[in-house]
């Protein structure tokens, strides 16, 4: 959470981009993704992604947070002041989540108070462009509950005319300890984003996007030594007003249970059962006359899933996982996954693994619109990687290198249709990926700073006129597309990231160099870019902190979405 708090990114998924190799994720303007084909914060995940951006899984404490006809993750909808960590799983990660998780899985850890405790925050940032961020969270935790509320108001004027975003986020929970080792936790969010896109600078034209989303669940969980267990409930409905006419209601309600039993030393079986249903309306769909204007659809989902960990003595450790889902429509399928990592001694670890992932298609695909198609197959994905990481120096320094080989078929994508077709363009199963990478990972700690320092010992050392020191970090992916080359999917990525302190003063420094990179569907048009981030963040007095950020200090002049000018430089404070 600390790591979030300084950080000079405007949105927290940006953050999670700039920390983990093999993830890239677009933006097209300061802040705001919207809705729609024309959205931004699109994923890519090892060069895996899809026209809909539904192959990466975003979930928010285990509950996916998607929308229920397109299948895409709402990322203006995910509450950003009560994240702890996030959990980034790179590679088809069904056997976890199921469909949705063909390239990988986004899960947003809320942090719970802990028992006698109570906080109040406020934040308040102007900047460039007229933007603003006004942020408001209070908790109180005790030894039988907890509660937490908040609120965060994000809005911007934009760089470019006819390019406003802003957006009001709300949530609240409430924990209750049953008994030592049972929680229950009940969660409720809202949002509410309203985006305006100016289209391209090749062919302005103004697009309006309204989006309002509610996201409640309830989640009992059991700790003891030999057993643990959690079962969750979730039910999230949205409403989408477009300005060219197009208007939807959509939901998605579900369930998940899994046990982890420690049967003997050295084993552990983790195995659970998960249920969603999901579906909506919409119109106009395409046709004035088409019988599926506001008309419900729905689907359903189950899915089993077991998985198998063992210590073979003290330095191999095997695991092996299977999930058998069903879709409503598409049948059952299987998604097996393989792993072992051996010990080198007490620093150093090599490890392997084989995963197997996939999608369904989504309602909008099959029916919606005049490119819908519904003859779409389930796509699917492979995935086989080695890894080496170790430990040097009393953990001062930690070094992680992956190499990975992913593939991938029947992936879906708008394209031309086979003559005489109409309408010209489908939605077909139309690509497959063949995708080689390498994947670096190093951090060097200098001086005695903690990667999750208690803040009680971060006010004396503000005190005493110093914060803890440096830390030093690099990570870089190579993606080499053998196939076909899908957008978004840089073949360099190269991010730094230096966090020191001059007495009182922290200073968090960003470099990110981007190559290689397509920034269209049709794979034509190739984006090179270096940005540079600054945080710079001063402690007033004991409670009250002084925050100035600047994002792309060099003005660099670049488009991640092919006639979408990124924003030049943008200072707040």
Same mark, same amino acid.
Request: charged share 15%.
């Given at each position: ?14 953050? #999670?981009? /700039? ?13 705001? #993704? ?25 979930? %928010? ?44 899985? %986004? ?70 300890? %049953? ?80 046990? /982890? ?110 490119? #819908? ?87 004396? /050392? ?7 020191? #440096? ?103």
């Amino acid at each position: 959470k600390t790591t979030l708090q300084n950080s000079p990114q405007s949105n927290i998924l940006q953050e #999670a981009e /700039q920390a983990t190799p093999g993830l890239f994720i677009t933006g097209k303007g300061i802040m705001g #993704a919207g809705a729609g084909p024309l959205s931004s914060g699109k994923i890519s995940m090892r060069g895996l992604m899809s026209s809909s951006n539904s192959s990466t899984q975003v979930l %928010i404490d285990g509950v996916p947070m998607m929308m229920g006809l397109f299948g895409h993750p709402l990322t203006d909808a995910i509450e950003q002041t009560n994240v702890d960590r996030i959990e980034v799983l790179r590679g088809p990660s069904s056997l976890q989540y199921g469909g949705s998780a063909l390239a990988g899985a %986004i899960n947003f850890i809320s942090l719970n108070p802990a028992p006698n405790t109570q906080n109040m925050m406020a934040a308040t940032q102007w900047g460039s462009c007229g933007t603003v961020k006004r942020s408001f969270s209070a908790s109180l935790g005790k030894e039988k509950y907890f509660l937490q509320a908040g609120y965060s108001h994000n809005a911007t004027d934009g760089f470019r005319d006819n390019s406003a975003f802003t957006n009001d986020d709300y949530f609240f929970r409430f924990g209750v300890n %049953i008994t030592k080792h049972i929680q229950r936790v009940i969660s409720i969010y809202r949002s509410n984003a309203t985006t305006n896109d100016p289209g391209s600078i090749d062919a302005p034209s103004l697009n309006t996007t309204h989006v309002q989303r509610t996201l409640a669940s309830y989640r009992l969980t059991n700790n003891y030594q030999k057993l643990k267990s959690a079962l969750t409930l979730y039910y999230q409905e949205g409403i989408n007003h477009f300005s060219d006419g197009w208007n939807s209601k959509d939901y998605m309600g579900g369930g998940r249970l899994e046990e /982890q039993f420690y049967i003997f030393k050295g084993n552990s079986i983790l195995a659970g059962a998960e249920a969603r249903w999901y579906g909506g309306k919409g119109s106009p769909v395409g046709f004035p006359t088409s019988t599926l204007n506001d008309i419900w659809i729905r689907q359903t989902e189950q899915g089993a899933f077991v998985v198998l960990q063992q210590k073979a003595g003290e330095q191999l450790s095997l695991n092996a996982g299977l999930r058998t889902d069903h879709h409503s429509l598409f049948g059952y399928t299987t998604s097996p996954s393989l792993g072992a990592t051996y010990s080198l001694g007490k620093s150093t670890s090599v490890r392997g693994l084989f995963s197997r992932g996939f999608r369904n298609p989504t309602i909008g695909e099959l029916y919606y619109f005049p490119i #819908a198609n519904i003859t779409l197959k389930t796509e699917k994905a492979g995935n086989f990687e080695l890894g080496v990481s170790s430990r040097l120096l009393s953990d001062r320094i930690s070094v992680d290198l992956t190499l990975f080989s992913t593939t991938a078929s029947d992936l879906i994508f708008t394209v031309p249709a086979p003559a005489g077709s109409v309408p010209p363009v489908k939605n077909l199963n139309a690509k497959k990926v063949s995708n080689n990478g390498l994947e670096l990972s190093t951090k060097l700690l200098i001086g005695d700073m903690n990667d999750n320092p208690d803040a009680n010992d971060k006010d004396k /050392q503000a005190d005493n006129g110093t914060f803890s020191t #440096a830390r030093f970090s690099v990570n870089y992916m190579y993606l080499q597309q053998n196939e076909t080359p899908l957008p978004f999917s840089p073949k360099h990525k190269l991010n730094i990231q230096l966090q020191s302190s001059v007495r009182k003063l922290l200073i968090n420094l960003e470099y990110q160099y981007i190559s290689g990179m397509y920034t269209d569907f049709t794979a034509i048009t190739k984006s090179n870019y270096s940005m540079m981030d600054l945080a710079l963040i001063y402690p007033l007095m004991r409670r009250i902190q002084l925050k100035v950020t600047g994002n792309n200090l060099f003005d660099e002049k670049y488009q991640i979405m092919k006639g979408y000018p990124m924003p030049g430089r943008i200072l707040m404070g």
